[in-house]
Every structure is written in C-alpha cells, then in structure tokens.
C-alpha cells in the first residue's frame, strides 16, 4: 500500500509539477509581454499622431496641386488658342498687307503711265494752240488759208467759213493735210453744237446710194448711233452740223467746212 501511494503520490506530483511547470511558462512568457506592451504604449500614441497630421497635409497638398496643374493646364490651352489666333490673324493681316502693297504698286504703274499719256496729250495740245491761225496750203494749191481752230482731247477743229459745196470741202480740208469731220460719239455731238451756232458745217458725213446707208468719209467706225437720228432723210445727200443737230441736205448746196485732225496723228 505503501508503495502505491508512493507512486499515486509521484504521478500526482509528476503532474502538478508539469502543471505548475506548464501553467507557469505562460506566466512567465506572459509576463514580460505584458510589461513590454505597458513600456512602448506611450510612444507609439505620440507617433501615430504626428504621422496621420502629416498624412493629412501630404493629402491636402496633393490635393491643392492636382487642383493648380488642372488649372494651369487650363490656362495653357487658352493661351495657346489665343496664340493660334493671333498667329492666324497676323497671317490674314500679312496676306493682306501683300495684297495692298501689289494692288497699290500696280496702280502706281498705271498713274505713272497715264501722267505720261496726259503729259503727251498736254504738249500736243500746247503745240497745237502755238502754231498760226493761218494754214500752209501752199504744197497742193499754193494759197494760204486763215481758219478759225481750237483744240479738244486729241483733236483739232479747224472751222473754214467760205462757203463750198460738200465736195469742195472735202478738198480744201485734203489740201490743208486734214479731213472732214467724223463725230466719234454722242458726247462730241453735244459738245459741238454750242460751239458752232448760228452757222451750219458740212461734215464727213454722206448717204451711199449703194448700199443705202449713211457713211462716214473715211468708213471708219462711230459710236454715234445715225439710226435715231429721225433729222437724216433717206432720200440722200450729205450731212452738215448746226447747233439743232445732224441733218442732210443737198451736196451742191453751200455751206462752211469742219475740218479735223487728231493729236495722234
């Protein structure tokens, strides 16, 4: 009996030993935890919240710049719109800028030329009025003639006052280097009447029996329309000039000569 408690006694010792032994190895380990978790409880608090301050200004900071670059870049493509369209009108500008310039040289050309043409005209016409009212006609019929003249635009008028017949004026004016007058336009027409009353000039102008139609003496082309002109009858004859107008009348008649010459001549 003695020996069985001996060995009751050693197992129960055996394991309330190895219970004490596993029981206090917690303790222990737990132990030192414990106090460790009591020391380093305080530091970590004062980090955690200097680090989520910090976390939060980071946060914010980002946030302000994401909100400047948007911005920026904003601003950049606005600037680089509006840098387009100046460029763009800068170009327009230059284009026409060029334009001008070319239209202003080519019109400078045309001003220089036409100075040139009037400055021509001007010195024919001052010749014309210095030479003599009395015409050289000595090469054909060796007389002299006086003549009543002016000068207009590129023509001459010289105003014979003998009265001739329609042919013979025609001759005094070949002999004298001239021809009888053609009235180019209606313009000339209406010029030519206030300056010529209250006689009547024959003029180069006579019917074509032919061809049954007014023609001019040396044909050439009019724009003096003789087809409204309800004064010429189609019954023939020549054509003399007063101050009511263009009307015909018998060649043989008598009448005073217009005479031309052009400047170009």
């Given at each position: 009996m003695s020996d069985e408690e001996i060995t009751y006694a050693t197992v129960r010792f055996h394991k309330s030993s190895s219970g004490l032994q596993n029981g206090g190895r917690p303790n222990e380990t737990q132990g030192p935890s414990e106090a460790g978790h009591r020391?380093?409880?305080v530091p970590c608090y004062l980090i955690a919240i200097p680090l989520g301050i910090l976390c939060s200004v980071l946060l914010v900071t980002v946030a302000l710049l994401g909100k400047h670059i948007f911005q920026y870049s904003q601003e950049k493509h606005e600037l680089q719109n509006t840098l387009n369209n100046l460029h763009q009108e800068y170009s327009t500008m230059k284009n026409d800028s060029h334009?001008?310039?070319e239209m202003l040289r080519n019109k400078s050309i045309e001003f220089e030329a036409l100075r040139k043409q009037l400055d021509s005209l001007n010195r024919?016409?001052?010749r014309c009025y210095g030479e003599t009212k009395v015409l050289d006609c000595k090469q054909r019929t060796g007389k002299r003639v006086e003549v009543q003249w002016f000068c207009f635009g590129i023509k001459c008028y010289y105003f014979f006052m003998d009265n001739k017949r329609w042919n013979g004026c025609s001759?005094?004016?070949q002999d004298c280097s001239l021809s009888l007058l053609?009235?180019?336009?209606d313009d000339e027409l209406k010029f030519l009447q206030p300056k010529i009353n209250p006689n009547s000039f024959w003029i180069g102008l006579s019917y074509d029996t032919r061809k049954r139609n007014w023609q001019w003496i040396d044909n050439g082309p009019s724009k003096l329309d003789l087809m409204t002109m309800k004064s010429l009858q189609e019954d023939?004859?020549?054509a003399f000039?007063?101050?009511r107008g263009i009307h015909n009348n018998k060649c043989e008649r008598?009448?005073?000569c217009i005479c031309e010459k052009r400047m170009y001549k």
């Open positions: 020391k380093c409880s334009l001008r310039e024919r016409q001052n001759q005094t004016c053609k009235i180019d336009d023939g004859g020549c000039l007063s101050s008598k009448h005073p």
